[in-house]
T-cell receptor, first 113, second 110 residues
Framework: DAGVTQSPTHLIKTRGQQVTLRCSPK?????VSWYQQALGQGPQFIFQ???????QRGNFPDRFSGHQFPNYSSELNVNALLLGDSALYLC????????????FGQGTRLTVV | QKEVEQNSGPLSVPEGAIASLNCTYS??????FFWYRQYSGKSPELIMF????GDKEDGRFTAQLNKASQYVSLLIRDSQPSDSATYLC??????????FGAGTTVTVRA
């Protein structure tokens, strides 16, 4: 049973560029959430997707957008990258309508230079 | 006030001892409580979850929840060097976002 997979694992981008990160949820999971984790901090919620709709959003600017596909996989897009966007981006999948735990992928380390 | 606060670390314990980690949360509507372990440079790994007041044991780990006090804790018994990691407390309302604390770094001394 494949767990949550993310790609790429590492990425270096230049300030002002755009980036797309990808996530495939754990088999059977239908909900995908994205988190940003800066060094030395806990993960911060970006948004959550269910049934191809953004269901909840954290305190992140509109430069952060996402998408969920019919197969439940998801993308996170960040436009106009800032140096402060450098972080570990984590995707978590879960099964909605149940009070179940979320499982994280290995993360994408984004460095903006 | 932060949504989730954890006791400041780092926490250093000798091998074989008990490590005690504490977490408080501000949202009284929180329903689910999680402890994740995160090794340096890796993603969080779920080690325990608890929904009801009281204790929940899983191997060397025990989670304790007191909703009236808005407090959740994690005890690691017989600590091993492999337990050296950052422990993240997370809470949520049903299926929505997880709110994380900043984490407590634990070092187990051999």
């Amino acid at each position: 049973d494949a767990g949550v997979t993310q790609s790429p694992t590492h990425l270096i981008k230049t300030r002002g560029q755009q980036v797309t990160l990808r996530c495939s949820p754990k088999s059977g999971h239908d909900t995908v959430s994205w988190y940003q984790q800066a060094l030395g901090q806990g993960p911060q919620f970006i948004f959550q997707y269910y049934e191809e709709e953004e269901r909840q959003r954290g305190n992140f600017p509109d430069r952060f957008s996402g998408h969920q596909f019919p197969n439940y996989s998801s993308e996170l897009n960040v436009n106009a990258l800032l140096l402060g966007d450098s972080a570990l981006y984590l995707c978590a999948s879960s099964l909605t309508d149940l009070n179940t735990e979320a499982f994280f992928g290995q993360g994408t380390r984004l460095t903006v230079v | 006030q932060k949504e989730v606060e954890q006791n400041s670390g780092p926490l250093s314990v000798p091998e074989g001892a008990i490590a005690s980690l504490n977490c408080t949360y501000s949202d009284r509507g929180s329903q689910s409580f999680f402890w994740y372990r995160q090794y340096s440079g890796k993603s969080p790994e779920l080690i325990m979850f608890i929904y009801s007041n009281g204790d929940k044991e899983d191997g060397r780990f025990t989670a304790q929840l007191n909703k009236a006090s808005q407090y959740v804790s994690l005890l690691i018994r017989d600590s091993q060097p492999s337990d050296s990691a950052t422990y993240l407390c997370a809470v949520n309302r049903r299926v929505y976002k997880l709110s994380f604390g900043a984490g407590t770094t634990v070092t187990v001394r051999a």
